[in-house]
């Protein structure tokens, strides 16, 4: 069960690993310990206690201006019975209706996060979006582009096995087909109706030269 209590701001812990912002932005930090200098008061942060560690996974924000600038002791805040994991999982879709509004790095972040996930991840797209409220096109896009990375969910691709048949750029843009890179000589079906010639025959080559008759 969910309860209401001030805790010790020394006591919380903020951890990289939990905060699903791109970056703190400062500026609303200091507007923030300007008003509690003033005597505003600020929604209750969540956390999560796992028995022995409170676990910030909402309100990063106002603990950093509360503790580091407006010179507060304790700060009232929702506390919830988990483990870091579960801080994780909250602050994930923490700001979706209130708060400083996420932006689109903040919002890729999350993505990127969950997407490296394979428990998140195999949550599936509806569960994800629901939870993040980030839209399911956007997830898509996202993931795709993650996907076609050098660092994806899967093994990267074993090294190609050199085949009889491998393609050749030649410096017009062309492109050749040869036989084996061992081979000195290139067949010249690709090259259309034009007769050519190669005056420089490199198969084993990035490019190869090619001057007309």
């Known amino acids: 069960m969910n309860e209401m209590k001030e805790i010790e701001l020394r006591s919380i812990v903020l ?32 956390v999560f206690f796992d028995g022995s560690t409170y676990w910030l996974a909402d309100g ?19 506390l919830h019975h988990g483990t ?3 801080a994780q999982w909250w602050a994930l879709g923490a700001n979706r209706d209130y708060g400083l509004r996420r932006n689109s790095a903040d919002l890729k972040k999350i993505a990127q996060r969950i997407y490296f996930d394979p ?10 979006a629901r939870h993040t409220m980030i839209p399911r096109q956007t ?21 190609a096995q050199p085949t009889r048949s491998t393609r050749r750029t030649s410096v017009s ?19 259309g109706r034009n007769q050519h010639r190669l005056s420089r025959l490199r198969c084993g080559a990035d490019t190869l030269k ?3 008759q």
């Open 15 to 46: 951890d990289e690993d939990i905060q699903a912002r791109y970056q703190l932005d400062m500026i609303v930090v200091g507007e923030y310990a300007a008003a509690m200098k003033d005597g505003a008061q600020f929604p209750p942060v969540v």
């Open 60 to 78: 990063f924000h106002r603990v950093t201006a509360a503790r580091d600038y407006a010179g507060l002791m304790v700060f009232p805040a929702e």
């Open 84 to 86: 870091k994991r579960d």
């Open 119 to 128: 428990e998140w991840f195999g949550k599936g797209q509806s569960e994800i």
């Open 139 to 159: 997830l898509s896009r996202w993931f795709a582009e993650f996907a076609s990375c050098s660092v994806g969910r899967s093994k990267p691709p074993a090294t």
């Open 173 to 191: 843009g062309r492109l050749y087909r040869c036989p084996s890179p061992n081979r000195n000589r290139c067949r010249r079906g690709l090259l």
């Open 210 to 212: 090619i001057t007309k």
